[in-house]
Nanobody, 123 residues
Framework: QVQLVESGGGLVQAGGSLRHSCAAS????????MGWYRQAPGKERELVAA???????YYADSVKGRFTISRDNAKNTIYLQMNSLKPEDTAVYSC?????????????????WGRGTQVTVSS
């Protein structure tokens, strides 16, 4: 059974930083593209960042230069370092895994989801 367990959410002031982690189990981690989606109240879910099995990365325009995604295949874990946080970054952040890079960018079609963690950025 595939499990994606996130940690690292919380409350932070604008301009601050947070680091998300997502530990995966039940899959061959090195074969999967991984990423983070977020959803704010009243807004559509959006892909924030993704990293392929080979290490290629994708970032939403809204987070480029502020967020960094990375993976540690030895620990079956991905990380999302979030710097210069803004109130508009407030959302539930969910870890995702998909065998296909193309599908992780298409609403993670056919992939796996973590339960999500809340990030709140106060102004």
């Amino acid at each position: 059974q595939v499990q994606l367990v996130e940690s690292g959410g919380g409350l932070v002031q604008a301009g601050g930083s947070l680091r998300h982690s997502c530990a995966a189990s039940g899959l061959t981690f090195g074969n999967y593209a991984m990423g983070w989606y977020r959803q704010a109240p009243g807004k559509e879910r959006e892909l924030v960042a993704a990293i392929s099995s080979g290490g290629s990365t994708y970032y939403a325009d809204s987070v480029k230069g502020r967020f960094t995604i990375s993976r540690d295949n030895a620990k079956n874990t991905i990380y999302l370092q979030m710097n210069s946080l803004k109130p508009e970054d407030t959302a539930v952040y969910s870890c995702v895994a998909n065998r296909l890079w193309s599908r992780i960018t298409l609403a993670n079609d056919g992939g796996y989801w973590g339960r999500g963690t809340q990030v709140t950025v106060s102004s």
